[in-house]
Nanobody, 127 residues
Framework: VQLQASGGGLVQAGGSLRLSCAAAGRPFGYYLMGWFRQAPGTEREFVAAIRWGPGSTYYADSVKGRFTISRDYAKNTVYLQMNSLKPEDTAVYYC?????????????????????WGQGTQVTVSS
């Protein structure tokens, strides 16, 4: 398994969760790691991404100021800290890895830009 996501659960609106995504091997500096989510009946949408080496981050407008993506070199793990959760954040969250070199282009939010996907973890926010 290339990517292993965990940390989902049920939380009340306004609460917090932290998702984790462990990579099977040490990512290279030019890798891009991302989080996407998919609610029932909708397309998978971009949430956040981070360049493994430089640590540059990217966010969807809907989560800016509430979610934070980070990475831990020693653990080969990417995190998504989610605060001030809203019912509309309810979805299955997927981590993704782009192993083709990424140097800061504008395609960080495309599903097709990523090469590997984790199994998904359910996040449910109750009102």
């Amino acid at each position: 398994v290339q990517l292993q996501a965990s940390g989902g659960g049920l939380v009340q609106a306004g609460g917090s969760l932290r998702l984790s995504c462990a990579a099977a091997g040490r990512p290279f500096g030019y890798y891009l790691m991302g989080w996407f989510r998919q609610a029932p009946g909708t397309e998978r949408e971009f949430v956040a991404a981070i360049r493994w080496g430089p640590g540059s981050t990217y966010y969807a407008d809907s989560v800016k100021g509430r979610f934070t993506i980070s990475r831990d070199y020693a653990k080969n793990t990417v995190y998504l800290q989610m605060n001030s959760l809203k019912p509309e954040d309810t979805a299955v969250y997927y981590c993704a890895q782009r192993t083709r070199p990424y140097y800061g282009g504008s395609d960080y939010n495309f599903v097709s830009s990523y090469d590997y996907w984790g199994q998904g973890t359910q996040v449910t926010v109750s009102s």
